[in-house]
C-alpha cells in the first residue's frame, strides 16, 4: 500500500476502500470489532448498519447519499464541519503537522502526529492512527463568513419566517472556533449578526410595531396590556441605554461579577473579543435581494429576542438586570414543562427589537454577563453554553397566532480536565463535559430509536442535563437542528479533536423526526381519509410526493373542519390503542411462553442438581454405614466372644461350686458364731430331716431305678429298635443341648439386636445386626430341620414301642407274677417319657412347657398349628427381633439381603 498526500498535505492511503471500518458507534457498545484495520472511517452513511459504511457510497456526492430527497436537507440532520486557519504563533509552534487533510468537500482525513495519544495506542496495535469522516459539507481554513453563512444558516432563517423552528448549535474542543463562527470579530460578522441582519431585511415593511403581544412559555403567546406594554418598554430600553453606555465607554477595562455560586468569582476578561465584536461590520448578503419573498399575505411580524447561559448546570438570564448594577449575587432561572409536557425556561427576559441593529446591542449586553474566562488554550473561553434565541410572531388579522423560532447555541468547549489547574476551571469543564456528554448520549439514542424501529425504544435521557432538556423540542419534531464541528487542526489537541469528531460523526448519523409540518400534513391526510389507516411511512412517501399538504398549516382550518380532524385524531388513536393491546397481548404471551420454558429449564437444572446431590450424599453415607458396620461387627464379635469366656468361666465355677457343695458341710463347734446359734440349730434340725427324706427318697430312686432297669433289661428285644431307640434318646438329648445352647445365643442376639436398633435409631447402621440375625436364622433353621429328623425318628420309635407295648401287654396276659404297682407306674412313666401310648399323642408334651412360649415366639412359623395357637402368646411376647423375623417369614419369597439404599429408606 502506497501513501499519498492529501491536497491538504496529510498522507493518506490509497487502498483506504478496502479497509474493514471501525466507528464511533462500536465504541459506544456497538459489536466488538475483529481486528484493526488500518483506517477508522466514519460517516453518517445511510446504512441502518451506521458504524460500517461502504467506501464506494462514501466517494459518492452528497446528494446521492442523503436519500431519496435529493437536496439531502429534509431528512438528515446536517453535520458542518469548519476548520479554522492556525495562527502565526501557533506556526511557529510548530503545531502544523499536517494531521487535518481534507480529502474532498464531504471527507476529512485526520492522521495522528507522534507526540498524541492516539498515535501511542495505534503503535500498541490498540486503535487506528489514520481517521476518516464524513460530513454535510466540510469549510476549509479559507472559508469566509459570508461563504460559511450561505451555506448554512441562510436557509434556516428562511424556514424559520416560514413558521418553522430551527436550532444550529456549534461543537468542538476550546479555542476552535465556535464563537467566532456565531458571532464573528471585527468585519467578519458572524452567522447571528447575518441572520439578524437577513431576518429584518426581509421583514421590511412587515414588522407589527406594538408590543402588546408577547412570546411566553414554550411557544404561548401572551397579550399584554397597557401596564406590562410599559414595563416591557422600560426594560428594554434599559438594556439598549446600558448598552449605549458600555459601548461608549472606553472598552479594555476587567468586570469582576459573582458568578451567583458559592460566592465564587468569575473574572470576565471580554475586553479583546467585544472590542471587535462591537465593531461587526455586515456585508450585503444575498438575502437583501429578496425582501418579502414567499411571506405569508396580510401577516405582520413580531421578533422578540432572548439571551441565556447555562453555567455549571444553572440557568443565567443574560438579559436581566445588569449585575454591574445589581447586587453581586445572580438569580437563576428554572425549567417547566407546559400543559403539552413541552419544557421552557420560566421568567425568561424576552425583548421585542425592530431592527438588527437592536437585536445585536441587546445581544451585546447579553454578553457582558457571559461566563468567559481565560484558560491555557484560550484568552476569552466560553466558560458556558449560550443560548440566543429569536422569536418570531406571526400576527395574522383574524386567525390565530403562530409562533416559530431560530435558536443559536454556542456551546461551552470540551476540554480536558487534568489540563486545568485552577479548580474554578476545573470544575466548570467538569460541568462542561458532563452536559456535552448527555448531548452525546440523547443523540446515539434517538439515532439508536430511528435505526431500530421494530425493537423497543430506548430511553433519550434529555434530563440527564440542562443542556438537552431545553434543546429537547429540536430532536423531537418541534423543528430541525443543524450542527456545527468546529475543529482546530493543531497537532498538540489532536487527541482531542478526534474525541470531537467521533463524537459529531453520531449526529451525522441522526435523521429528524417528523416535523410539525409533516404532523400537519398527517392530520389533513386524515381529513382526507378518514377511514384509511395513515402510518408513518406512507405519510413519509405522501410528505415526498404532495407539496401541497406539506405546506399545510393547521391553523388555516376553519372551526368545522378542527373538529373534523378531532374526531378522527380520537378514532385513530382507539385504532393504534387496539393495535396496541394486541401487540402488548402477544408480547405478554410471548414473555410467558418463554418464562415458562426458562423456569422448566431451571427446572431440570435443579432437578439434575438434585439427583447429583443425593448420588454423593448416597455415597458419602454407604461409606459411613460401611464404617460402622465394620465397627460394630469387630465390637460385637469382640463382646460374644468376651461374654462366651465369661460364660464358660461361669460354668467353670458352677462345676466347682456344686462339687464343694457335695462335700458335707462341718457342724460349727462352740459358742464361737453368737447369738445365731439357737437358728442355727433350728435349721440344723431341719436340714438333718431333709437328708433323710433325701436319703429316703434317693433310696426309693435306687430301688425304682434296679427296677426299671430290671424291666428294661425284660423289655429289651434284641434287634435294630433297640438300637434306634437308644440313638433316638441320644439325638433328643443332643437336641435338647443344641436348644439350650441355641436359646442362649439367642438371647445373647436378642439383647445385642436392642442395642444394635438403638444405635440404628441413631443412623448407626443396623446391617451387620442383619447379618448377624440373618446368620441366627441359618442356624435356627439348620437345628429346625435337626428337630424334625429327631422327630420322624421318635415318631418311629413310638411306633415300635407302641408294638412293644401290646406285645408286653401280651406277654403281661400270659405272665400274670410281674412285679405291679411299682413296674405299673415305672412303665407308664417310661411310657410316657418316650411318648408312648394314647395319652401322648401330642409331639408338643414333648417339650419342657416352660420353653414354649420362648421357641414359639422365635419360631412363630415351624408348624401351621403352632402358629393359629400361639398367636395369643405371641402378640403377648412379641419383641422387635421376632417381629423382624416374622415379617421376613410372612413375606415369601424371602427378601434378599437388604441393601444400603433400603435400610437409608427405613433408617
Ligand atoms: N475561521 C477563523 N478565522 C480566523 N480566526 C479564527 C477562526 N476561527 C477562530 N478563530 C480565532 O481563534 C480564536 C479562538 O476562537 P473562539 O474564541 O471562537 O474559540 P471557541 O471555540 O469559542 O473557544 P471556547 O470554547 O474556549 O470559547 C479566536 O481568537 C478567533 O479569532
Known amino acids: 500500500m502506497a501513501l499519498c498526500l492529501s491536497p491538504g498535505g496529510c498522507p493518506y492511503d490509497e487502498d483506504e476502500e478496502i479497509a474493514v471500518f471501525?466507528?464511533?458507534?462500536?465504541?459506544?457498545?456497538?459489536?466488538?470489532?475483529?481486528?484493526?484495520?488500518?483506517?477508522?472511517?466514519?460517516?453518517?452513511?445511510?446504512?441502518?448498519?451506521?458504524?460500517?459504511?461502504?467506501?464506494?457510497?462514501?466517494?459518492?456526492?452528497?446528494?446521492?447519499?442523503?436519500?431519496?430527497?435529493?437536496?439531502?436537507?429534509?431528512?438528515?440532520?446536517?453535520?458542518?464541519?469548519?476548520?479554522?486557519?492556525?495562527?502565526?504563533?501557533?506556526?511557529?509552534?510548530?503545531?502544523?503537522?499536517?494531521?487535518?487533510?481534507?480529502?474532498?468537500?464531504?471527507?476529512?482525513?485526520?492522521?495522528?502526529?507522534?507526540?498524541?495519544?492516539?498515535?501511542?495506542?495505534?503503535?500498541?496495535?490498540?486503535?487506528?492512527?489514520?481517521?476518516?469522516?464524513?460530513?454535510?459539507?466540510?469549510?476549509?481554513?479559507?472559508?469566509?463568513?459570508?461563504?460559511?453563512?450561505?451555506?448554512?444558516?441562510?436557509?434556516?432563517?428562511?424556514?424559520?419566517?416560514?413558521?418553522?423552528?430551527?436550532?444550529?448549535?456549534?461543537?468542538?474542543?476550546?479555542?476552535?472556533?465556535?464563537?467566532?463562527?456565531?458571532?464573528?470579530?471585527?468585519?467578519?460578522?458572524?452567522?447571528?449578526?447575518?441572520?439578524?441582519?437577513?431576518?429584518?431585511?426581509?421583514l421590511q415593511g412587515r414588522l407589527y410595531g406594538a408590543m402588546d403581544l408577547k412570546p411566553v412559555m414554550y411557544q404561548d403567546v401572551r397579550q399584554l396590556d397597557a401596564g406590562e406594554v410599559r414595563v416591557e418598554e422600560i426594560r428594554r430600553n434599559s438594556l439598549l441605554k446600558e448598552d449605549e453606555n458600555q459601548s461608549s465607554r472606553r472598552v479594555g477595562t476587567t468586570t469582576i461579577w459573582d458568578s451567583g455560586i458559592g460566592g465564587l468569582s468569575c473574572t470576565s476578561n471580554i475586553a479583546t473579543q467585544l472590542e471587535e465584536t462591537d465593531s461587526v461590520c455586515l456585508e450585503p448578503d444575498s438575502l437583501s435581494h429578496s425582501v418579502g419573498d414567499n411571506l405569508e399575505e396580510g401577516v405582520q411580524f413580531s421578533i422578540w429576542v432572548s439571551f441565556y447561559e447555562i453555567y455549571n448546570e444553572f440557568l443565567y438570564d443574560l438579559l436581566d438586570a445588569s449585575p454591574a448594577l445589581q447586587p453581586r449575587k445572580r438569580a437563576t432561572l428554572r425549567l417547566s414543562d407546559d400543559r403539552q409536557g413541552n419544557p421552557y425556561v420560566k421568567d425568561l427576559t424576552w425583548i421585542q427589537v425592530r431592527s438588527a441593529e437592536e437585536a445585536w446591542k441587546i445581544l451585546r449586553a447579553g454578553r457582558r454577563n457571559q461566563s468567559f474566562a481565560s484558560t491555557q488554550l484560550n484568552q476569552n473561553s466560553s466558560r458556558s453554553h449560550s443560548i440566543f434565541s429569536i422569536r418570531v410572531l406571526h400576527v395574522r388579522p383574524e386567525a390565530a397566532m403562530h409562533i416559530s423560532e431560530l435558536t443559536v447555541c454556542d456551546l461551552a468547549g470540551s476540554e480536558r480536565c487534568k489540563e486545568q489547574h485552577n479548580g474554578e476551571r476545573m470544575k466548570e469543564a467538569n460541568n462542561i463535559n458532563t452536559s456535552l456528554l448527555t448531548l452525546g448520549r440523547c443523540i446515539a439514542a434517538l439515532r439508536h430509536n430511528q435505526n431500530n424501529k421494530s425493537r423497543p425504544p430506548q430511553v433519550v435521557p434529555f434530563r440527564d442535563s440542562?443542556?438537552?432538556?431545553?434543546?429537547?423540542?429540536?430532536?423531537?419534531?418541534?423543528?430541525?437542528?443543524?450542527?456545527?464541528?468546529?475543529?482546530?487542526?493543531?497537532?498538540?489537541?489532536?487527541?482531542?479533536?478526534?474525541?470531537?469528531?467521533?463524537?459529531?460523526?453520531?449526529?451525522?448519523?441522526?435523521?429528524?423526526?417528523?416535523?410539525?409540518?409533516?404532523?400537519?400534513?398527517?392530520?389533513?391526510?386524515?381529513?382526507?381519509?378518514?377511514?384509511?389507516?395513515?402510518?408513518?411511512?406512507?405519510?413519509?412517501?405522501?410528505?415526498?410526493?404532495?407539496?401541497?399538504?406539506?405546506?399545510?398549516?393547521?391553523?388555516?382550518?376553519?372551526?368545522?373542519?378542527?373538529?373534523?380532524?378531532?374526531?378522527?385524531?380520537?378514532?385513530?388513536?382507539?385504532?393504534?390503542?387496539?393495535?396496541?393491546?394486541?401487540?402488548?397481548?402477544?408480547?405478554?404471551?410471548?414473555?410467558?411462553?418463554?418464562?415458562?420454558?426458562?423456569?422448566?429449564?431451571?427446572?431440570?437444572?435443579?432437578?439434575?442438581?438434585?439427583?447429583?446431590?443425593?448420588?454423593?450424599?448416597?455415597?458419602?453415607?454407604?461409606?459411613?454405614?460401611?464404617?460402622?458396620?465394620?465397627?460394630?461387627?469387630?465390637?460385637?464379635?469382640?463382646?460374644l466372644k468376651e461374654r462366651d469366656q465369661e460364660i464358660e468361666a461361669l460354668s467353670a465355677a458352677l462345676d466347682t461350686r456344686r462339687e464343694t457343695d457335695s462335700v458335707p458341710v462341718p457342724v460349727p463347734q462352740g459358742d464361737s458364731e453368737g447369738p445365731r446359734r439357737s437358728r442355727r440349730i433350728t435349721s440344723n434340725s431341719e436340714a438333718n430331716r431333709l437328708r433323710s427324706e433325701l436319703d429316703q427318697c434317693r433310696a426309693e430312686l435306687l430301688t425304682k431305678t434296679h427296677e426299671l432297669i430290671k424291666l428294661k433289661m425284660q423289655l429289651e428285644v434284641p434287634g435294630s429298635t433297640g438300637t434306634l431307640t437308644t440313638a433316638a434318646d441320644r439325638k433328643l438329648e443332643e437336641g435338647q443341648r443344641n436348644l439350650r445352647q441355641l436359646r442362649m445365643d439367642l438371647q445373647r442376639l436378642g439383647a445385642g439386636l436392642q442395642s444394635g436398633e438403638r444405635a440404628c435409631c441413631r443412623n448407626t447402621g443396623g446391617e451387620r445386626l442383619r447379618q448377624a440375625l440373618t446368620a441366627a436364622d441359618e442356624t435356627l433353621a439348620k437345628q429346625d430341620q435337626t428337630l424334625l429328623e429327631l422327630q420322624n425318628g421318635l415318631m418311629l420309635v413310638k411306633a415300635d414301642l407302641r408294638r412293644k407295648a401290646e406285645t408286653l401287654a401280651q406277654t403281661q396276659a400270659l405272665c400274670p407274677q410281674l412285679p405291679p404297682s411299682g413296674s405299673d407306674t415305672s412303665t407308664t412313666a417310661s411310657c410316657k417319657r418316650r411318648g408312648c401310648g394314647a395319652a401322648a399323642p401330642s409331639d408338643t408334651e414333648n417339650r419342657p412347657p416352660q420353653k414354649r412360649p420362648f421357641y414359639q415366639s422365635l419360631f412363630p412359623s415351624c408348624t401351621p398349628t403352632r402358629k393359629y395357637n400361639t398367636r395369643a402368646v405371641e402378640d403377648a411376647n412379641i419383641t422387635p427381633y421376632s417381629r423382624i423375623l416374622r415379617s421376613r417369614q410372612q413375606s415369601p419369597p424371602r427378601s434378599p439381603a437388604p441393601t444400603p439404599r433400603s435400610l437409608r429408606g427405613k433408617y
Open 22 to 202: 471501525e466507528s464511533t458507534a462500536a465504541e459506544h457498545g456497538g459489536p466488538s470489532r475483529p481486528r484493526l484495520p488500518e483506517i477508522s472511517v466514519i460517516s453518517p452513511g445511510l446504512d441502518t448498519r451506521p458504524s460500517i459504511i461502504e467506501p464506494k457510497l462514501a466517494a459518492k456526492p452528497a446528494a446521492v447519499r442523503q436519500g431519496s430527497s435529493g437536496d439531502g436537507s429534509s431528512e438528515k440532520v446536517q453535520v458542518f464541519l469548519r476548520i479554522r486557519p492556525l495562527t502565526d504563533t501557533e506556526r511557529g509552534r510548530g503545531e502544523e503537522q499536517g494531521c487535518v487533510a481534507v480529502q474532498d468537500e464531504e471527507t476529512l482525513m485526520l492522521k495522528a502526529p507522534k507526540e498524541s495519544q492516539n498515535m501511542r495506542t495505534a503503535e500498541r496495535g490498540v486503535t487506528q492512527s489514520i481517521h476518516k469522516f464524513s460530513f454535510s459539507k466540510i469549510f476549509g481554513p479559507e472559508t469566509t463568513q459570508q461563504h460559511f453563512y450561505e451555506c448554512t444558516m441562510k436557509k434556516m432563517v428562511k424556514d424559520v419566517l416560514q413558521g418553522e423552528n430551527r436550532l444550529l448549535y456549534t461543537y468542538g474542543v476550546t479555542n476552535s472556533g465556535k464563537t467566532y463562527t456565531i458571532q464573528g470579530i471585527g468585519r467578519e460578522a458572524g452567522l447571528l449578526p447575518r441572520a439578524l441582519v437577513s431576518l429584518f431585511r426581509k
Open 466 to 639: 440542562k443542556l438537552t432538556r431545553v434543546l429537547q423540542g429540536f430532536f423531537c419534531g418541534r423543528g430541525t437542528s443543524c450542527m456545527v464541528v468546529n475543529i482546530n487542526p493543531c497537532a498538540s489537541i489532536y487527541d482531542e479533536t478526534l474525541q470531537a469528531l467521533k463524537f459529531s460523526a453520531i449526529a451525522t448519523q441522526l435523521v429528524h423526526g417528523p416535523s410539525t409540518k409533516t404532523r400537519v400534513a398527517y392530520i389533513l391526510s386524515l381529513l382526507r381519509d378518514p377511514a384509511g389507516v395513515v402510518n408513518d411511512s406512507t405519510l413519509m412517501e405522501d410528505d415526498e410526493d404532495d407539496s401541497d399538504i406539506e405546506d399545510g398549516d393547521i391553523t388555516m382550518l376553519n372551526t368545522e373542519a378542527l373538529l373534523q380532524a378531532v374526531d378522527v385524531l380520537k378514532k385513530e388513536v382507539q385504532r393504534q390503542r387496539e393495535e396496541k393491546e394486541v401487540l402488548e397481548a402477544n408480547v405478554r404471551e410471548q414473555v410467558v411462553s418463554e418464562m415458562q420454558e426458562i423456569i422448566s429449564e431451571m427446572q431440570n437444572g435443579f432437578r439434575e442438581t438434585l439427583e447429583a446431590d443425593r448420588a454423593l450424599i448416597e455415597e458419602r453415607y454407604e461409606d459411613k454405614i460401611d464404617n460402622i458396620q465394620k465397627h460394630l461387627k469387630k465390637f460385637y464379635s469382640q463382646e
